[in-house]
T-cell receptor, first 108, second 119 residues
Framework: LAKTTQPISMDSYEGQEVNITCSHN???????ITWYQQFPSQGPRFIIQ???TKVTNEVASLFIPADRKSSTLSLPRVSLSDTAVYYC?????????FGRGTSLIVHP | GAVVSQHPSRVICKSGTSVKIECRSL??????MFWYRQFPKQSLMLMAT?????????EQGVEKDKFLINHASLTLSTLTVTSAHPEDSSFYIC???????????????FGQGTRLTVV
């Protein structure tokens, strides 16, 4: 499984756009990139998944450069309720294995 | 999206007793489910992969006799913590996948977790 590296923590303010980057230098050809959100004492929740270029859904965008060695989760106009831990997963066989994640704190 | 239900959400038990945690896929059949544990301010650690109709595959360092996993049907997997001790106190989370492991972009869905406290 490709190892992922994310910032341990980030701070932002309400209404701002937040970009969380994940490095996965040894990503394999058949690996997909998936991001999850976790609130305290809850299970992770799927946010978005992609393979290359850009993917957008109702809650986030995922940017993946051509070399796929990194990916950036973009959260538009964050609110206080977006305070959570965000995990980037890279897997082809899909046994979800979690790295340390990024703790995002959104301030008023 | 698909729903995975985990029960109970919280349990307190006495040291030496056993606790069973259930994980159900409510609107889909899951041939494979995963069990994790999570300590405070740490990431999820995969404990085992539960396969319907066969023995679970445990990660290195996880005692299979301590953490009994049964996946008797396509919608239910159970984790039993046997002879629980205070160090087993943790947050346990299950997940289930819609598709087979051979699918590269299979999305996994997670239960709400179970907070186990052993006193």
């Amino acid at each position: 499984l490709a190892k992922t590296t994310q910032p341990i923590s980030m701070d932002s303010y309400e209404g701002q756009e937040v970009n969380i980057t994940c490095s996965h230098n040894n990503i394999a050809t058949n690996d997909y990139i998936t991001w999850y959100q976790q609130f305290p004492s809850q299970g992770p929740r799927f946010i978005i998944q992609g393979y290359k270029t850009k993917v957008t859904n109702e809650v986030a965008s995922l940017f993946i450069p051509a070399d796929r060695k990194s990916s950036t989760l973009s959260l538009p106009r964050v609110s206080l309720s977006d305070t959570a831990v965000y995990y980037c997963l890279v897997a082809g066989s899909y046994i979800p294995t979690f790295g340390r994640g990024t703790s995002l704190i959104v301030h008023p | 999206g698909a729903v995975v239900s985990q029960h109970p959400s919280r349990v307190i038990c006495k040291s030496g007793t056993s606790v069973k945690i259930e994980c159900r896929s409510l609107d889909f059949q899951a041939t494979t489910m995963f069990w994790y544990r999570q300590f405070p301010k740490q990431s999820l650690m995969l404990m085992a992969t539960s396969n319907e109709g066969s023995k679970a595959t445990y990660e290195q360092g996880v005692e299979k006799d301590k953490f009994l996993i049964n996946h008797a049907s396509l919608t239910l997997s159970t984790l039993t913590v046997t002879s629980a001790h205070p160090e087993d106190s943790s947050f346990y989370i299950c997940s289930a996948s819609l598709g087979a492991l051979s699918r590269m972009n299979t999305e996994a869905f997670f239960g709400q977790g179970t907070r186990l406290t052993v006193v």
